[in-house]
């Protein structure tokens, strides 16, 4: 047994033997640091995009108003970069680190909601045949009470007089792919409903398999986050529902797979919107009438952002509630446990108590000796150490000390860490207590005379706002050639970590 995952394992065992005496966890449920050992990467600012405060009225935005509030960057093959605003602007990033509205996105959408930390313009993917078929895909948010349009799909047991917000993903059609400025079409693919008071966990992502070939059953598929879509701690009396989270007749927790193309295009079987539901999905031919077959994963809180290895093994961030963050490695037909379960924990609200109550599983459970039918992370760390995980991606680039790591943070600390890939795919065991361990990336920049100082990520964007702000909004993004970016959301800056000396820290050529 490996050094560190006997060390992670002990101290789970020690947790659970704790808890089986007291019954509900109350403190600390890892009480193993997360540490730096050595590990330390430069950073170094490329571009800032424009600010937009002024733009929406105060009582439309977030508090504290970021800069510019970055979700993703995108590189395309043609060495196109492009990044977001959820303000409503898509941004092509020129050669000298120009920033130009590519399309207008809100414009586009005049009931777009921007007044929480997920709302407006959330996200955008290209499809991997872009350069030909021009085709890509935006998710926001808008308004439910007077919204002109009706939702494809609303929780089970709620009606139209129960919504509050949609949610969309749109397809959008470039006319001229090359082009840098957009002029096209647009078509709904689905719609959604939210029916709790604030608009909490939307569905903010949308992703193809980067690693899928033509000729793969994957290729060409769009798969979106998994969320409660706030049935944890959205707000109002339709909040906090367990009946909402294990089910399979609802989109609620559950990441999709689907065929963007109409099926009026493919002849294929219609999903809630305008797509085909792909029969790969095993929820899709397993001959049940009452599941969705759009549906390939759930049981995910808020499973926000999804990335690929390049072997093809697919991962997972999902934000826990009160206690554990987790990293998960996704799979077709899979349960992940929310609200059953939080980490490799219990989360007591299933039970009839609350959503800040932790119990442990039972030891032949924990252990793996007996199965209770979920799938549980590869990678925790608990709100000892951050509150909400970011991003991550399997880093194969040229910083010679994140080879073989999975790099990933925390949103609101900005905090970066690291996990050894392999201890990742091993601790993908059935095991609930086997983890990978995590370490602490220290940052560093360079002064002009050439020493090394190591800094934050919040000392950085506290820096470039010249003040204090009370969280990062960390975002991670991986460039054309593997290299990682790092992003808030409040300071507008889109940063890079460096490769090593003699590597490039410059961006593929952008046209």
Same mark, same amino acid.
């Given at each position: 047994?490996?050094?560190?995952?006997?060390?992670?394992?002990?101290?789970?065992?020690?947790?659970?033997?704790?808890?089986?005496?007291?019954?509900?966890?109350?403190?600390?449920?890892?009480?193993?640091?997360?540490?730096?050992r050595?590990?330390?990467?430069?950073?170094?600012?490329?571009?800032?995009?424009?600010?937009t405060?002024?733009?929406?009225?105060?009582?439309?935005?977030v508090?504290?108003?970021?800069?510019?509030?970055?979700?993703?960057v995108?590189?395309?093959?043609?060495?196109?970069r492009?990044?977001?605003?959820?303000?409503?602007?898509?941004?092509l990033?020129?050669p000298?680190n120009?920033?130009?509205?590519?399309?207008?996105?809100?414009a586009?959408?005049?009931?777009?909601?921007?007044?929480?930390l997920?709302?407006?313009?959330?996200g955008?993917?290209?499809?991997?045949?872009?350069a030909?078929?021009?085709l890509?895909?935006?998710?926001?948010?808008?308004?439910?009470?007077?919204?002109?349009k009706?939702?494809?799909?609303?929780?089970?047991?709620?009606?139209?007089?129960?919504?509050?917000y949609?949610n969309i993903i749109t397809?959008?059609?470039a006319?001229t792919?090359?082009?840098?400025v957009?002029?096209?079409?647009?078509?709904?693919?689905?719609?959604?409903?939210?029916?709790?008071?604030n608009?909490?966990?939307?569905?903010?992502?949308v992703e193809f398999?980067?690693?899928?070939?033509?000729?793969?059953?994957?290729?060409?598929l769009?798969?979106?986050?998994?969320?409660?879509?706030?049935?944890?701690?959205?707000?109002?009396?339709?909040?906090s529902?367990p009946?909402?989270?294990?089910r399979?007749?609802?989109?609620?927790?559950?990441?999709?797979?689907?065929?963007?193309?109409?099926?009026?295009?493919?002849?294929?079987?219609?999903?809630?919107?305008d797509?085909t539901i792909p029969?790969a999905? %095993?929820? /899709?031919? $397993? &001959?049940? +009438?009452? =599941?969705?077959?759009? @549906?390939?994963a759930?049981?995910?809180?808020?499973?926000?952002?999804?990335s690929?290895?390049?072997?093809?093994t697919?991962?997972?961030?999902?934000?826990?509630m009160?206690h554990?963050?987790e990293?998960?490695?996704?799979?077709?037909?899979?349960?992940?446990?929310?609200?059953?379960?939080?980490?490799y924990f219990?989360?007591?609200r299933?039970?009839?108590?609350?959503?800040?109550?932790?119990?442990?599983?039972?030891?032949?459970?924990?252990s793996?000796?007996?199965?209770?039918?979920?799938?549980?992370?590869?990678?925790?760390?608990?709100?000892?150490?951050?509150r909400?995980?970011?991003?991550?991606?399997?880093?194969?680039?040229?910083?010679?000390?994140?080879?073989?790591?999975f790099?990933?943070g925390?949103?609101?600390?900005g905090?970066?860490?690291?996990?050894?890939?392999?201890?990742? %795919?091993? /601790?993908? $065991? &059935?095991? +609930?207590? =086997?983890?990978?361990? @995590?370490?602490?990336?220290q940052?560093?920049?360079r002064e002009?005379?050439?020493?090394?100082?190591?800094?934050?990520?919040?000392?950085?964007?506290?820096?470039?706002?010249?003040?204090?702000?009370?969280?990062?909004?960390?975002?991670i993004s991986?460039?054309g050639?593997?290299?990682?970016?790092?992003?808030?959301?409040?300071?507008?800056m889109?940063?890079?970590?460096?490769?090593d000396?003699?590597?490039?820290?410059?961006?593929?050529?952008?046209?």
């Amino acid at each position: 047994m490996r050094t560190g995952m006997r060390l992670v394992i002990v101290q789970l065992l020690a947790v659970w033997t704790a808890g089986t005496v007291a019954g509900q966890i109350t403190s600390n449920p890892i009480p193993a640091p997360i540490v730096k050992r050595g590990l330390a990467v430069e950073i170094k600012d490329l571009v800032r995009l424009p600010d937009t405060r002024p733009i929406r009225p105060a009582d439309q935005d977030v508090a504290p108003a970021g800069w510019a509030r970055v979700s993703y960057v995108r590189d395309l093959p043609d060495g196109r970069r492009f990044a977001n605003d959820s303000r409503g602007f898509l941004y092509l990033i020129g050669p000298n680190n120009e920033p130009k509205v590519y399309a207008n996105v809100g414009a586009a959408f005049p009931n777009a909601v921007y007044n929480r930390l997920e709302s407006g313009f959330i996200g955008f993917t290209f499809h991997p045949e872009f350069a030909r078929n021009g085709l890509f895909y935006t998710v926001h948010a808008e308004k439910g009470p007077g919204n002109p349009k009706t939702p494809d799909f609303i929780p089970p047991g709620y009606g139209l007089k129960d919504v509050t917000y949609h949610n969309i993903i749109t397809e959008w059609h470039a006319t001229t792919p090359a082009a840098n400025v957009f002029e096209g079409t647009r078509r709904e693919l689905l719609r959604e409903a939210h029916v709790v008071a604030n608009l909490t966990h939307p569905m903010g992502a949308v992703e193809f398999n980067p690693t899928a070939k033509p000729g793969d059953a994957d290729y060409g598929l769009l798969y979106t986050s998994g969320s409660d879509h706030g049935f944890s701690n959205g707000g109002g009396p339709n909040a906090s529902n367990p009946a909402q989270t294990q089910r399979l007749d609802s989109i609620m927790t559950a990441i999709l797979r689907f065929d963007p193309r109409s099926p009026s295009v493919t002849g294929g079987v219609k999903g809630l919107g305008d797509y085909t539901i792909p029969m790969a999905n %095993k929820f /899709a031919s $397993d &001959g049940d +009438p009452k =599941t969705l077959g759009e @549906i390939y994963a759930y049981g995910f809180r808020n499973a926000h952002r999804l990335s690929w290895d390049v072997d093809g093994t697919m991962f997972a961030s999902d934000i826990g509630m009160n206690h554990i963050e987790e990293i998960n490695i996704v799979r077709n037909g899979e349960n992940y446990g929310w609200m059953k379960r939080e980490g490799y924990f219990e989360n007591g609200r299933w039970r009839g108590g609350e959503l800040n109550e932790l119990f442990p599983l039972p030891a032949d459970v924990l252990s793996g000796r007996v199965k209770d039918g979920f799938t549980y992370p590869v990678a925790v760390y608990d709100h000892d150490e951050g509150r909400s995980v970011s991003d991550g991606f399997a880093y194969h680039g040229r910083i010679a000390a994140l080879q073989g790591k999975f790099v990933f943070g925390d949103i609101q600390t900005g905090r970066l860490f690291a996990a050894d890939l392999a201890e990742m %795919k091993k /601790a993908d $065991d &059935g095991i +609930p207590q =086997t983890v990978a361990p @995590i370490e602490e990336i220290q940052l560093y920049v360079r002064e002009a005379n050439g020493n090394r100082r190591n800094v934050s990520m919040q000392e950085l964007i506290d820096r470039t706002m010249g003040a204090s702000i009370s969280r990062a909004d960390l975002h991670i993004s991986r460039t054309g050639d593997g290299e990682l970016l790092l992003t808030s959301r409040q300071d507008g800056m889109i940063r890079m970590l460096v490769p090593d000396p003699g590597g490039s820290a410059s961006a593929p050529t952008r046209r």
